[in-house]
């Protein structure tokens, strides 16, 4: 069966950088796209990008835009988002979801920036 | 980028009544191809989002035929027939026809 799974709760001070994993199994890693998605309270879901593991090519919005960067480890069937000079609002729980339909999520991974 | 907007906020039903749900988009999702490229989601109490109809009125996988999708190019329904407990949660309209993908602010659905 199709799985997603996201890597631990981070803490994280701000000003730093964090990378997430999302390691996929139950189907051809390189056959789907991967999207990343941010949720908050108050913004609700937010959709950050979306790679495709095959090429590698990648397509952000634009807020998100020198925010995350989307990479894959094909050998591993595993996605990561490194997210960089972390601020508060960053604070959120991030998924991955398989593309192109956010068919299959992972459990979500909750980051907090704080001092 | 596309607005979708769900209405309403929250809705409170008995079980075994039936629920809409409404959403709008600030464009028409209708492709070229024929598809309406928008999407369900159902988001319970400290789970992940899970897919329940995509492209307008297309069941997901394992999905109870008690849930339906239908709609124009910009107003969209889901309905819930025969409400049940396992049915209470947030429910989320997306559009996957353009970048940036773009959701509702959601609905959230309670049992009375």
């Known amino acids: 069966q199709v799985q997603l799974q996201q890597s631990g709760a981070e803490l994280v001070k701000p000003g730093t950088s964090v990378k997430l994993s999302c390691k996929a199994s139950g189907y051809t890693f390189t056959s789907n796209h991967m999207n990343w998605i941010k949720q908050t309270t108050g913004q609700g879901l937010e959709w950050i990008g979306i790679?495709?593991?095959?090429?590698?090519?990648?397509s952000y919005n634009v807020k998100f835009k020198g925010k995350a960067t989307l990479t894959v480890d094909k050998s591993s069937s595993t996605a990561f988002m490194q997210l960089s000079s972390l601020t508060p609002e960053d604070s959120a729980v991030y998924y991955c979801?398989?593309?192109?339909?956010?068919?299959?999520w992972g459990q979500g991974v909750m980051v907090t920036v704080s001092s | 980028d596309i607005v979708m907007t769900q209405a309403p906020l929250s809705v409170s039903v008995t079980p075994g009544e039936s629920a809409s749900i409404s959403c709008r988009s600030s464009?028409?999702?209708?492709?070229?191809?024929?598809?309406?490229?928008v999407y369900w989601y159902l988001q319970k109490p400290g789970k992940s989002p899970q897919l329940l109809i995509y492209?307008?009125?297309n069941l997901a996988s394992g999905v109870p035929d008690r849930f339906s999708g239908s709609g124009s190019e910009t107003d969209f329904t889901l309905k819930i027939s025969r409400v049940e407990a396992e049915d209470v949660g947030i429910y989320y309209c997306?559009?996957?026809?353009?970048?940036?993908?773009?959701f509702g602010g959601g609905t959230k659905l309670e049992l009375k």
């Open positions: 790679i495709n593991p095959g090429s590698g090519g990648t």
């Open positions: 492209r307008m009125s």
């Open positions: 997306g559009q996957l026809l353009e970048n940036p993908r773009t």
């Open positions: 979801a398989r593309g192109p339909s956010f068919d299959y």
């Open positions: 464009k028409s999702l209708l492709h070229s191809n024929g598809i309406t490229y």
